[in-house]
């Protein structure tokens, strides 16, 4: 059965079975299982969840932040860098002066000195975030009148570099985006950005947040699965 109770409306999937206590399970997809003792009446089961909510809640979040992997980057020729879901090799050569460019497969560096990598990795930085902050705001462009027609506020939007979240939406309609996300495929990008605009209008996790992101995305959860492989 579904039980659905709180503030936040957590639907619990709920099974009775021989046992002596409640167990309830938040589970990566943000499904909510418990396992109730058999002959629990209904609204006892409820009181029961009611007492861990902010813990459910907790574990929601939890699951919910998916955070990007991240790997040690060398900044040497051979090494493979991610853009848009696609793999690139850098390859550094002498040049007079610095910079890099994406070109076919590669990302053609040239530097004066070829071993510095600090310089590579400031180079490599510099054209991520150039191109996040272009890319992102033309995809936030292209679903802002949406939100805007549900009666949502134009939101401010930031982008900076995080290494513990894609994305964030707080209250007073600031959105935050990772610059890093120009690594992740396309569908995911949208993911985050659809994810955080429906934030503007229910800010928690909850299930009109849900029936929402759904009605927008009905596959986002095959690109929150792609999203959470990406390496940054
Ligand atoms: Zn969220």
């Known amino acids: 059965m579904d039980l659905s109770f709180g503030a936040r409306e957590f639907v619990v999937d709920v099974v009775t079975e021989k046992r002596k206590r409640l167990s309830v399970t938040v589970h990566p997809d943000l499904r909510i ?48 860098h991610y ?49 996040a ?6 995809r936030l462009a292209q679903y802002v009148p949406t939100f805007e027609r549900m009666g949502a506020v134009v939101p401010e939007v930031r982008y900076r570099r995080m290494k513990k979240r894609w994305g964030s939406c707080s209250g007073k309609s600031v959105i935050m985006l990772n610059t890093e996300l120009v690594k992740a495929p396309i569908h995911c990008i949208d993911y985050v950005i ?16 849900y029936h929402l992101l759904g009605r927008i995305l009905p596959d986002w959860e095959k690109r929150k699965e792609r999203l959470e492989k990406v390496v940054i």
């Open 33 to 80: 299982t418990a396992k109730a003792p058999a002959g629990y009446e209904l609204e006892v089961i409820r009181q029961r969840l009611e007492k861990r909510a902010s813990w459910i809640a907790r574990q929601l979040d939890f699951f919910e932040r998916f955070q990007p992997l991240p790997t040690e980057r060398k900044f040497v020729s051979g090494e493979t």
């Open 83 to 131: 853009y848009l879901g696609r793999q690139y090799r850098l390859r550094i050569r002498p040049g007079e002066k610095a910079r890099v460019r994406l070109i076919g497969r590669f990302f053609e560096m040239e530097l004066p000195d070829t071993s510095n990598r600090e310089k590579a990795r400031a180079l490599m930085l510099d054209w991520y975030s150039a191109h």
């Open 133 to 138: 902050k272009d890319l992102l705001s033309r």
């Open 194 to 209: 659809i994810h955080e605009l429906c934030h503007l209008l229910y800010p928690h996790h909850d299930r009109k947040f």
